[in-house]
Every structure is written in C-alpha cells, then in structure tokens.
C-alpha cells in the first residue's frame, strides 16, 4: 500500500530528446491512475521511471514517501505487466508466477498457496502445469497479471496490457481488471492509448502529449471540463469539433461569428461573463458532435443556434448516424439518431446547442469557458477499501 | 601417388566449399530440385566413408591389390545387366526413374494412380539393384574379415585408444569453457549498454579473419613463458584447453550475440521487477532460453577442435598428451615404408566417428542455428 509521488520528473534520451518534461503527479494509495496519450507521448516512458527500468533524468520520484530514484527495480516492491506478457518461455505458469517468490526466498509451501490464491482469482488453475506458448492470447495476459498479483505489491504497474488483445478479449479483461482493483485495494498505474479503456478503468486519468502532462482529472471532468484544446480533442468519439472565429459584442450580450460569418452562436449571460476579456478578438469554438443537433431533436434545446450545412459523407453505426458537413471553410461532424434522413449533398439545417459549447484561445488552446485546474486532487472516499478495514 | 597425394587436400576444401554451398542455398531458395541434388551429395559421402570404414577391415595386401574394393566392380555392371537380362541399355531404368518419381509426388494423396506409380518404382528400383546386388555377391570378401584385429591394432599398438581419451578431454574442456565464456561475454554485448560496445564487436568479429596459424610462433613464445607454480601452458592438455577454448571465443560471441538480440528484452525487465539479479536473469531466464544457439556454437566448435592439428602439433610434444589427429599422422610417418594402412583406416574410422554422427544427425539443426537472428524469431 502506497502512494506515488513524482515531482519536476524529466526524461532526457542520450541523443538530446526530451521524453518527458516536468511531470508533476500525486497518486493516491489505492488509487487506479491512467496515463493516456497518443505514442510518442512519453506515457510509457513515466511509468518505465516509476519502475526503475529507465533512469530520471531530473526531479524526485517517491513511492510510500520514500524518494526512489537510485534504487533498484527490484527493491521498489512494485510488480508490472507488459504488453507482450513478458512471460518466461521456458517455464511453466506456475513457474512464472512462483519466480519472484522464489528469488525473495518465499517458503515453498507459501509461494504454492499464493500462486493457487491467485490462480482461482484469474481462472487460470487448470493451465498452471502448462508453458506460455500452449496458451491463448487472454490466458497468458492472465498469468502475466498472476504473476505480478503473488507478490502483493505495493504498486501495479501496467503497460498496455490489453493492446494484443482481440476486441472483445479486451472489454472482458478490462472489466476483469477492474474487479481485481476493487478486490485488491492496491495503487494500479495504468498506461494505454486507448482512451474508452481509460474512461472505463480510471479513478483519474492523465493525459499526456509531447512528453507534458495536459490534464489530471476523473473521467467525467474530462469530458466535461477538458483544461485545453488538446485534451478537448483526444477524449471522446468522434472527436470534438473546432471552429475558428471572433466574438462580437452585440449590445451587452456576446455572439461568437464563424470565419465566413455563417455560424452564429449566441453566447449565454453567465458564459459572456468570463469571455468579456476576448471580445472582438479571435477565438476558436469547439462542440462535441454529441450536441449537434437535427431540427427535430433540436427542439428541446433551450439555447439553440441554427447553422445551415451541406452533407459531405454519412457513417450509420447502426444505433447512430455519423455525418460529416461542410459549411464554407469549416469542416464538422454530428453524431445524430439513427432514424434521421440524411442524404449526402444536400444542405441540412442544424442546432448546435450554445450551452455546451467550449472556447480555447487561438494560439495557446487554453479553455476560456471552464475555469479547471490543470491537476485535480483525488476523491479518497471512492477509492475501494482494503479487505478487513 | 605424390602427385596425387598433393591433389587430396585442394580436392577436399573444393568439396567441403561445395558442400556448404549447396546446403544453405537449398536452405535459401527452398528449390526442391537441389533437395536432390544435395541427397546425392550426401550420398556420396556416405560412400566415401563406407570406403574407409571397409578398408578398415581389410588387409594390407588386399589395399594395395583393389583400392576401389568393390566399388571398382562397379563397371561390370553393364555387364551383369545384359547377362541377366539380355538387352543392353542398362540406363533406362535409371532414366526412367526420376520422372517416374517427381510423377508419383505429385499425384493426389491417396489416390490409386500414386499408389500404382509408388509400386512401379519400386519395382523399377528392385530392377536395377539386382544387377549390383549380383555383383557384392560374387566379390570376394574374405579379405574383409580383419576389423577386429586392424582396431584392436589401432587402439593399442597405435595408441590411438589414449589419443582418443585425450581428444575427448580437451574438445570437451574447451567447447565447454568456450560455451559458459562465451555465452557470458555475448549477453553482455547484446543487452548491457556500456561504452566502446560496439568497438570490441567490431574487434571480436576482425579477430575471426586472423588464420590461427599466423599466430603460433608468438603463441608458442607466450606460452612457455606462462606458467603457474607446476602448471605450463605447454605439453598440457588444460593448457590445450585453454588455447582452443581462447580461439574459438570470437566465433561463439559473434553467434551468440546475435542470437541474445532475437530474445525480448522485456525478458530481463520482468525478470528484474521480479528481484532478480543480472547474473539471475543471465543464468536462469536467458541461458536456458539460448539453448538452441548454445547448441549450434557448442557443435561447431567441437568439430573445430576435434580435428585440430596446429596447434596440437605445436604445443604438445610429450607422446602421452596427443591428440587424435596428431596421434593418425604419427602413425603413418613413424612407419614410413611399412605403413599398416588398414590400421590408420581404423584410426581415421575412429577419429571421423564423433563428427560424422554429430553432422548427420544435426545437420539441419547447425545450419538453422547459423541463421538464427536474420529472421525475427
């Protein structure tokens, strides 16, 4: 059981490449932390320094309080799962998931119960006689997880684990995982690129792009209050649309007016209020397609703003359409009911509803709309309690 | 015979050259016409040795009479053909044969059609070995009777018996100080980043392209000078060892290290978030994981050493501590004009035994070894 703390961490490679700059990072004990971001984004590589398997260039990483930057990987008592399982070919399940014991001079009759323990949690009891290359995709993913749950660790640290998984494999381990972190109450350190496994697994989620951490935040803050443009863009399916415009004053009220003076939102009084400093200034508009609506559906919203778009291409998903529009020099998309006619072409009359809209600064990306912080702090009550507390 | 004796060993490097030729480009090109020709190559080493092995048996006058033994009865053949079964063109059957083969491969599995080819080339097969089974039979073997006494002859009178137990001593102190030096020395190079790693790849694999023998006279002046309390480097079959071992570490690395690359390196990782130390991830995670690649470079090397005569010449001067190879080539010299030729036929028998069986049984196994690290495995 124990936190993690990284403070100024910088990974700087040999030939002058900055991995990672200025991580700051307080996980909580048993608190389930993604690090999501595109590749290259230097998320592997954090989690690489809290395991000690890559050096820290500058700054201090502490786990349980205790500053670990020159000790050995092994000595952290940290446990890590790896993309391509990582496990020893040559040995049998048990085997793999004994070794760690074994080397910590664990009592044979210990390590048999720990890994039988573990076993039955992961379902995997009946493959333990068996060697990796017998098993299947998901079950060796399972021993690779056995193996690092047997040394009660105080953190876990997974990387991927889930990426050389098939699609449906994938959803079934990631309901697993989340159990095991309920059952095992232990800090999980969680990196993937894949942000549905991050909204669904994390307590909060890091997101991470060109080595800086962009945002710490539950999953819901995210979607709702990204801190900048780039986390507006990365959290969410398809991705938010941005406009480019300038804001106007209109009387005492505020309307945003897209390049091309087509797009007209109106911007409520509350909103206006933070976004006085920017009037007539340029200014870029983002909206999930989510809240693009049709006329019908529309209807309902309270503060609407009608655009007129021509239909590029449409995407039925089955439950939902996909469209793409086209409106002079702007490009979006709407995610819209399944049952809607749409046909590509012809212009279509929207509703964009200006209650959910976002606006980030032009240059910087910096959201005007929600004053977030960059990092938020964890809510301890919802993290799982540890058996027997 | 001088002239000839001079040919011997051109004729084998051009043999030995083809031979690995032939084998990695029928590895390469997976073209099955060179399956063939590679099977009859193989053939006639197998041919070349039950030369040897039959001669081992005779006696010296019936050498000196027939040297081709019963394959110089090979030319009746066309003979015995026409006598036994009146018409002259014994090829055709041999003609016939290959078509009539690659037909019934081709056909559909099962089929009545390749059974019916399968039984008519047996029978094509039975139809010319007749005539040649006719022939062994009428040759006389009476000649042949004396492997008993030629190797008993070899073994003790010839001391080849010793030469043996030496020869075994040394290639297997030397293959297995090379393989534990080596495969140490490899895993540092592939997985250890240190500075000037690449400098001493680049050296080790320069060292490859110095000939051994360049280096025997300041070898030999090292050598006698190093000595520790009783132990010298010369007249020693541990400092023979040692030697062998120390020249074919450069081969081993090279091999090694490329096969260490082809491991995942999240190997050593997950290891070391295991507790492990280095030299616990070395020994028990990737040494057993080399094993294939242990086992090429340990193959090779005995070969090497087995039939090392350089050095063995060189370095070893007291009688007692002879290597095989040398021991054979005293045979012969020391007897000069009287040379028991069955006898050193015996001892080649003996001396060629260990390779011959390794080659056959793992050759498939040292050529992919040798490949090991091109692919990603």
């Known amino acids: ?389 | 015979m001088n002239a000839m004796k001079a040919q011997i060993p051109m004729l084998l490097w051009i043999y030995c050259a083809l031979s690995i030729l032939l084998l990695l480009a029928v590895r390469r090109t997976r073209h099955y016409p060179l399956y063939i020709l590679k099977s009859v190559w193989i053939g006639f080493t197998v041919l070349a040795f039950v030369w040897v092995v039959l001669m081992s048996g005779a006696t010296n006058q019936e050498f000196a009479l027939r040297p081709a033994s019963v394959f110089g009865e090979l030319s009746e053949y066309p003979y015995t053909f026409r006598s036994l079964y009146g018409f002259h063109s014994w090829y055709l059957p041999l003609l016939l044969w290959l078509p009539l083969w690659s037909w019934a491969g081709k056909a559909e599995r099962g089929s009545r059609l390749r059974k019916g080819l399968w039984v008519a080339l047996g029978a094509l097969t039975l139809f010319f070995l007749v005539p040649l089974l006719l022939i062994f039979k009428r040759f006389d073997w009476s000649a042949y009777s004396h492997f008993g006494e030629n190797y008993a002859h070899a073994w003790r009178v010839a001391r080849m018996g010793d030469y043996f137990f030496n020869s075994i001593l040394v290639s297997a102190c030397a293959v297995g100080l090379s393989t534990i030096v080596g495969s140490m020395a490899a895993y540092a190079l592939a997985r250890l980043p240190f500075r000037g790693r690449e400098a001493l790849i680049a050296a080790l694999v320069g060292s490859m392209a110095i000939p051994g023998f360049l280096l025997v006279v300041p070898l030999y002046v090292m050598m006698r000078s190093w000595s520790v309390g009783n132990f010298s480097f010369m007249d020693s079959r541990v400092g023979l060892s040692i030697l062998y071992a120390a020249t074919s570490l450069p081969f081993t690395i090279f091999l090694l290290t490329a096969f260490f690359r082809s491991l995942p390196s999240e190997l050593a990782e997950a290891a070391a978030l295991d507790g492990a130390t280095p030299l616990q991830i070395f020994s028990q995670i990737y040494f057993p994981l080399a094993a294939p690649g242990l086992a090429t470079a340990a193959i090779f090397n005995f070969l090497g050493v087995w039939n090392e005569y350089n050095f063995a010449l060189v370095f070893v001067t007291n009688p007692e501590f002879r290597t095989l190879p040398v021991g054979l080539y005293n045979l012969q010299v020391s007897q000069q004009y009287a040379v028991n030729w069955p006898a050193l036929f015996a001892g080649i028998v003996l001396l060629c035994l260990p390779t011959f069986a390794i080659f056959v049984a793992l050759q498939e196994k040292i050529v992919a070894g040798l490949t090991v690290g091109g692919v990603k495995g």
Do not use: W
């Not at chain 1, 780039?230 to 005492?252: C, H, Q, R, Y």
């Not at chain 1, 021509?310 to 086209?326: I, M, N, P």
């Open chain 1, 1 to 389: 059981m124990a936190d993690v703390v990284l403070k100024d961490v910088e990974k700087v490679y040999a030939g002058g490449v900055k991995a990672v700059r200025g991580a700051h990072l307080q996980i909580a004990d048993r608190e389930f932390v993604v690090l999501v971001g595109p590749s290259g984004c230097g998320k592997s590589t954090t989690l690489r320094m809290i395991a000690g398997l890559e050096e820290i260039s500058a700054g201090t990483i502490a786990i349980g309080g205790r500053v670990v930057n020159d000790v050995a990987p092994k000595d952290r008592d940290i446990a890590m799962v790896f993309q391509n399982y990582a496990l020893y070919p040559h040995m049998t399940c048990f085997e793999n998931m004994a070794f760690g014991l074994k080397l910590r001079h664990f009592p044979k009759e210990e390590i048999r119960k720990r890994v039988a323990d573990a076993a039955q949690i992961l379902g995997i009891s009946e493959l333990l006689e068996r060697k990796p290359k017998a098993l299947s995709g998901g079950q060796r993913q399972r021993v690779a997880v056995g193996r690092a749950i047997v040394r009660k660790p105080d953190v876990f640290l997974f990387d991927e684990p889930l990426s050389n998984l098939d699609a449906k494999l994938r959803v079934e381990m990631r309901v697993e995982l989340h159990k095991l972190h309920e059952r095992l109450a232990t800090t999980m350190i969680y990196v993937t690129h894949d942000q549905i496994e991050a909204m669904t697994l994390g307590d909060r989620i890091v997101i991470m792009d060109q080595g800086e951490i962009q945002q710490v935040a539950s999953p819901l803050s995210l979607y709702d209050e990204p801190y900048n443009r780039f986390v507006a863009s990365f959290i969410g399916t398809p991705a938010m649309n941005f406009l480019d415009g300038v804001l106007e004053a209109k009387g005492d009220a505020l309307e945003f007016v897209g390049d091309g003076g087509e797009v007209r939102v109106p911007i409520g009084a509350e909103m206006a209020k933070k976004l006085s400093d920017h009037a007539g200034k340029p200014i870029v508009l983002g909206i999930r397609p989510e809240h693009i609506h049709d006329e019908a559906s529309g209807a309902a919203v309270k503060a609407a703003a009608k655009v007129t778009a021509k239909v590029e291409v449409v995407e039925s998903l089955g439950d939902q359409k996909v469209v793409y529009f086209a409106q002079g020099a702007h490009t979006f998309i709407g995610k819209l009911d399944a049952h809607v006619p749409v046909e590509s072409g012809r212009p279509m009359c929207l509703i964009f509803d200006a209650n959910k809209v976002h606006f980030f600064e032009k240059v910087q990306g910096r959201n005007l709309t929600c004053r977030v912080e960059r990092y938020e702090a964890p809510d301890l009550a919802k993290l799982p309690q540890p058996v027997g507390a």
